[in-house]
């Protein structure tokens, strides 16, 4: 009984080796189709999606290979996940995971990060994933980054909300408090900082409205709002019981934002060269031999960069220049915001091959 009792113990051991385990919040997931919810389970302490549940947002297929790893296509392009290995091939680009791609019962399971790191060089529209906000982003959507601060002051409070990229707003004062409602397709909200005892709640509700509520005994408001090329604010003022709202040092629009250097045109003759070294931050990239690719394609370009200021035929801007993960989008909206002349993205992956070359 002993025995059988024991080896009863160890094949659930086994059948649990994954340890996988449910609770992470779902990943909301924007597009212009809407939003809906993309559920999220743990493996090994890692936040992995089903590549069916992934399906229903981007079009893909998946099969297995002879080696046991698999092949996920999109668009008749295809992705190679070899089996138990954190990395991917991407059209023969290999892209670092936080883990391999994993079978679950009848399920295929991949890191969130392979979403937006294999699937999105390939999807052919926008695959953004905002991880503090779990957002994942697709297509043309517009999802502002909203930070809202709550100070005190005397009795009563200031309620900023700080929109960037600038949006349109509209503001409804009600009894017991204000209603933002912004042109967006929803909201990458930052947590409220700060705080006063005449607000009792700031609330998001779908797709893009923030309802300010207030405390019983607040007194008026007035709301102000400005923006810039760069950021739109609101200002709710709500002054203490019986007083007109402190509205002294509210500022009723913003100053112009300055334009920064590298944005401005060029000397004449001189080209604007954007160099963008791939991966950064979480992105490893190819890794071999303690070699990391990130580091590698960061260390050519800044001295890529030096080598063709030194020529003065150019200017050269980077898209980033310290260990920092950066969006693909995000890289291709930079090179247009300076007008690049040319768009130079740094890689470098690897071989077994000794007699590769290139």
């Known amino acids: 009984m002993r025995a059988a009792a024991a080896t009863a ?21 924007v597009s212009p189709a809407g939003t809906r919810s993309l559920p999220v389970t743990l493996v090994n302490g890692q936040e992995y999606v089903a590549l069916d549940d992934v399906a229903a947002f981007l079009p893909l297929s998946v099969r297995e290979d002879r080696q046991g790893g ?25 892209v670092s995971l936080p883990g391999p791609l994993t079978r679950v019962g009848s399920r295929w399971l991949a890191p969130v990060d392979f979403v937006p790191r294999a699937l999105g060089p390939i999807a052919d529209q926008r695959v953004e994933y905002r991880r503090p906000s779990r957002l994942l982003l697709l297509g043309t959507v517009r999802v502002p980054r909203v930070t809202p601060r709550v100070e005190a002051a005397g009795g009563g409070a200031r309620i900023t909300f700080e929109i960037a990229p ?28 700060g705080g006063a005892p005449a607000v009792a709640q ?24 400005s923006t810039t090329d760069t950021i739109a604010r609101v200002v709710i003022d709500v002054a203490a019981p019986g007083q007109p709202p402190d509205t002294s040092s509210a500022a009723p629009s913003l100053p112009a934002a300055p334009v920064p250097a590298l944005l401005l045109p060029a000397a004449a003759g001189v080209r604007t060269v954007v160099i963008d ?29 030096e080598k063709l200021n030194a020529t003065g035929r150019y200017k050269v801007v980077m898209t980033r220049d ?15 915001r300076h007008q690049a002349a040319l768009f ?3 890689h470098a992956d690897y071989t077994a091959r000794a007699s590769a070359r290139g």
């Open 9 to 29: 113990v160890l094949l659930a051991l086994l059948l649990t080796s994954l340890a996988v385990a449910q609770g992470p919040a779902p990943i909301s997931v």
């Open 344 to 346: 130079m993205a740094i």
């Open 277 to 305: 070294p791939g991966h950064g931050g979480d992105d490893s990239g190819a890794t071999r031999f303690g070699t990391v690719e990130k580091n590698v394609v960061l260390s050519f370009s800044l001295k890529l960069r």
């Open 322 to 336: 310290t260990d920092t993960f950066i969006p693909l989008e995000e890289r291709r909206e930079f090179a247009e």
């Open 166 to 193: 600038p949006a349109g707003v509209t503001t409804v004062t009600e009894t017991d408090g204000v209603v933002v409602r912004i042109d967006a397709d929803a909201l990458d909200l930052a947590p409220v900082s």
């Open 70 to 94: 698999l092949v996920v296509t999109v668009r008749g392009r295809n992705i190679v996940a070899p089996r138990d290995r954190p990395l991917v091939s991407v059209d023969g680009r290999v």
């Open 202 to 225: 700031i609330r998001a509700d779908p797709p893009a409205t923030l309802t300010v509520a207030l405390a019983p005994a607040a007194g008026d408001t007035k709301v102000t709002t």
